[in-house]
């Protein structure tokens, strides 16, 4: 993995007022990112506008494409071409990119996708939050793959996770996901941007070989396959097909054993390197609060209330969903009471925290159906429940 | 035999195929190959540098194009190559880049990506193999199958009115309109190599037999007999108006090219536009003037 400073030219240097539609697409600018092919869609559209004024002038190109459909796979093609490439999207939006997602993790792309979440099924809520699209960014293409999805809880985080999403996408050649929501997007905070040069921005792995004897597909020392650029003379192929390291199909179970597995254990194998969470008195705690997202700032309330109500409460965020933080959740279950997961949707990474939870303690989930964030006095009984 | 006497038996094909692949998966009779056969006849007259050219495919008996041609080749999703390409083109806008797909991926199911790209003038050539039917998936009816033609999803014949390509092509503001048939390899030829010479979006209908399956259910023959019907119903009509050349059951083909025009592309556009409203703020994309393109 080779890193460099970003390049000063996508870089707004400075103190700003920005809401988190707005502060994703300066993280992506600021990370390189000179390809954007968008659709437009609420409550994410703010960011494709952000782009369209800002890219022509860093050297880049914005196209609005017809469809999600088409601007997902337009971003497949731009990475082929060298670019570092990004879209926004919501709810149905992100169901339209589903099939091409599965393309991008199969040809191993980096890229970044956002999803600026709102309530759903279909059209559902357009203008109000969600976090609905949480085992959909994990699950929704067909087939078996691995993804990354981190989740910002401000705008500072929005445009910071950007740039480390856009790391993570590189580093490990998977679609890579910022997966936030329509509070997040709308909600206009202070946003600081560092100078370029304290921007860590990792490099794509380029292949540097002889070039009759370029595989696509070959992995590395760490198994991660090196990338070229379409033009430069590898007269490569790639596929959404099964494939060797020759990047040609082959149908058959050996071969698929070896691909499908390859995308799925370079997350898993790398889970620790990947995984950040943020805990608060998780040492000694009887009841820990694990959220993600807008719900993480709403739940602090409730957290402080039953604190002063004298329950010994933690807090584990949620920067990164997925990989999920199974080890450590397992761990923190063996010495609790219970765990309590607030967020907007009917139960879906509280699905994951009783999995990894193995029956070791008990775990409240506290839904919302979406369209506005928990009132914090439904977490603080739910967490006093939890500690009788 | 000494090994020195032992002469190497080299494919003229060899160049521009990964040999590594052939055989193909196409059936006898299939036209796709020769369209193939066309396209890299089309390189080599136009000295096509093959670092240059990138060839971007769907899904279907077509899209298994990109999988056997000796350059960038993407195999990509089904209806997908076009926005597939467009991404490309424009992160890479020296390459020329060529669709190759089906009827069923490009008009079909990629259907609304077709009418955008050519709104747009996106500077690709798009070579759409038109078999009337979905082959690979055992010969449905497809949305250029002729009204009457029999397809294993339309076993009593189809009577859903099918689109012409390059009517549809021109309509949505294609600068470049050819169609021919698998019988007219050198005119494909000529017409690939004006396409890639033509900045713009350009369009070339190929229409090639299917013997496994459109020929079989409608009792056709075999692909000579195709090819004796595209013989003997081709009518070349360069320049022939899109809105009258649609084509019904074995009835006539009007074949030829039907549109060959100047338009500004995307890039083209978006550079001229944005260097005048923003002065020296925009940052030029790619190369602004590459007319040496051949």
Redesign the interface.
């Known amino acids: 993995m080779k890193k460099v400073k970003a390049d000063p030219k996508g870089v707004l240097t400075g103190s700003h007022y920005l809401d988190g539609d707005y502060a994703i697409a300066e993280g992506g600018l600021a990370a390189g990112c000179r390809f954007f092919g968008g659709y437009p869609i609420t409550p994410s559209t703010e960011t494709a506008e952000r782009f369209s004024e800002r890219i022509p002038k860093v050297g880049g190109v914005f196209i609005q494409m017809e469809d999600e459909l088409a601007s997902i796979i337009s971003l497949i093609g731009a990475v082929w071409g060298g670019k570092k490439a990004m879209t926004v999207t919501s709810g149905p939006g992100f169901s339209l990119m589903m099939e091409n997602i599965g393309l991008a993790c199969m040809m191993e792309i980096p890229l970044v996708i956002a999803n600026v979440q709102r309530g759903g099924p279909s059209t559902g809520l357009p203008t109000l939050t969600g976090q609905q699209d949480m085992m959909q960014v994990r699950w929704g293409s067909h087939g078996d793959y691995a993804i990354i999805a981190l989740s910002p809880d401000s705008p500072q985080e929005c445009f910071d996770l950007t740039i480390e999403a856009f790391n993570l996408s590189e580093t490990y050649r998977v679609p890579t996901f910022v997966m936030t929501d329509e509070c997040v997007g709308h909600m206009h905070e202070k946003v600081v941007i560092p100078p370029a040069d304290e921007i860590d921005i990792v490099e794509r792995k380029w292949y540097s070989g002889p070039k009759d004897k370029y595989l696509p597909y070959k992995n590395d020392k760490d198994g991660i396959p090196f990338m070229v650029k379409a033009g430069d003379g590898y007269r490569f192929h790639t596929t959404g097909l099964t494939h060797d390291e020759k990047g040609y199909p082959v149908i058959n179970a050996e071969c698929q054993d070896v691909c499908v597995r390859h995308l799925v254990d370079k997350i898993n194998n790398n889970a620790d390197k990947i995984i950040k969470i943020e805990e608060e008195e998780t040492d000694d705690a009887e009841i820990i609060v694990i959220s993600y997202g807008i719900t993480s700032r709403v739940a602090y309330r409730a957290v402080q209330k039953a604190r002063k109500a004298g329950i010994k409460v933690g807090r584990l965020r949620l920067i990164t969903c997925w990989p999920f933080p199974e080890k450590r959740i397992h761990q923190l279950a063996k010495n609790i009471k219970a765990f309590v997961v607030p967020e907007i949707n009917l139960g879906q990474m509280v699905r994951e925290v009783e999995r990894t939870t193995a029956g070791q303690t008990k775990v409240f989930h506290v839904p919302h159906c979406g369209g506005w964030v928990h009132n914090p006095e439904d977490i603080f009984n739910v967490i006093k429940e939890a500690a009788k | 035999m000494k090994k020195e006497d032992k002469r190497e038996e080299r494919s003229p094909m060899e160049d521009f195929l ?1 040999m ?2 052939i055989p193909h998966i196409w059936c006898p009779g299939c036209g796709i190959g020769t369209v193939v056969t066309s396209f890299t006849e089309a390189l080599k007259k136009n000295k096509v540098d ?3 050219i ?1 060839v ?1 495919s769907g899904i279907g008996c077509t899209g298994r194009v ?2 056997y041609v ?8 089904h ?2 190559p ?11 806008p ?2 020329k880049v060529v669709v190759f797909s089906g009827d069923g991926d490009i008009m079909g199911i990629g259907g ?2 077709f009418i ?1 790209a050519a709104r747009r003038n996106m500077d690709i050539l798009v070579i759409c193999v038109n078999n009337f039917n979905y082959a690979m998936t055992g010969g449905q009816v497809a949305a250029t199958t002729p009204i009457k033609a029999n397809a294993s999803t339309a076993p009593y014949g189809n009577f859903e009115f099918p689109f012409s390509l390059p009517y549809m092509a021109e309509a949505s503001g294609a600068t470049y309109v050819a169609r021919w048939t698998a019988l007219h390899l050198r005119r494909v030829t000529k017409s690939i190599q004006e396409a890639l010479n033509k900045k713009g979006f350009s369009f070339i209908e190929v229409i090639t037999p299917c013997v496994t399956l459109y020929a079989r259910r409608n009792r056709l023959g075999d692909g000579l007999n195709l090819l004796r019907y595209y013989y003997d119903n081709s009518e070349i009509k360069h320049g022939a108006d899109t809105k009258t050349i649609d084509i019904e059951y074995q009835g006539k083909l009007i074949v030829g090219k039907f549109v060959d025009k100047e338009k500004p592309t ?1 890039l083209d556009a ?1 550079n001229k536009h ?1 260097s005048s409203v ?1 002065g020296d ?3 030029l ?1 790619g190369r602004l003037n590459n007319d040496d393109r051949d």
């Open positions: 990964r590594d692949r093959l670092d240059n990138a971007v990109a999988g000796k350059m960038d080749s993407f195999h990509t999703t209806g997908r076009i926005p597939f390409a467009t991404g490309l083109k424009l992160a890479n020296e390459m609304n990506h955008h995307f978006m944005l923003l703020d925009y940052v994309y």
